[in-house]
């Protein structure tokens, strides 16, 4: 099992900044290819972006792609976003996501942590 727990959620301007955190727990994320995902009131929830284990690699939506990037610190067994230009069509709920890179049916979510951007 591993547990995902999220932080550095909050209030922010329009065109402001903030990082999100998830440090993973039971499992080393070196094995996992670690996401963020968000949920808007009334929405699906929708992809953000994604780490690729091992080699780095990185995926990430057209609605933030320039804006947003994901980043791991393997030593800390932790996965970050930092979200720049911060919209208010960013608020959400965002998710912390982590699936085994040959497993795949071994995935796991976090609680979540609420961005809210006012106008």
């Known amino acids: 099992q591993m547990q995902l727990v999220e932080s550095g959620g909050g209030l922010v301007q329009t065109g402001g900044s903030l990082r999100l955190s998830c440090v993973a727990s039971?499992?080393?994320?070196?094995?996992?290819?670690m996401g963020w995902f968000r949920q808007a009131p009334g929405k699906e929830r929708e992809f953000v972006a994604r780490i690729h284990s091992g080699v780095g690699r990185t995926t990430y939506a057209d609605s933030i792609k320039g804006r947003f990037t994901i980043s791991t610190d393997n030593a800390k067994n932790t996965v970050y976003l930092q979200m720049n230009a911060l919209k208010p069509e960013d608020t959400a709920v965002y998710y912390c996501?982590?699936?085994?890179?040959?497993?795949?049916?071994?995935?796991?979510w976090g609680q979540g942590t609420q961005v809210t951007v006012s106008s």
């Open positions: 039971g499992r080393t994320i070196t094995y996992y290819d």
């Open positions: 996501h982590a699936q085994h890179s040959t497993y795949t049916q071994y995935d796991y």
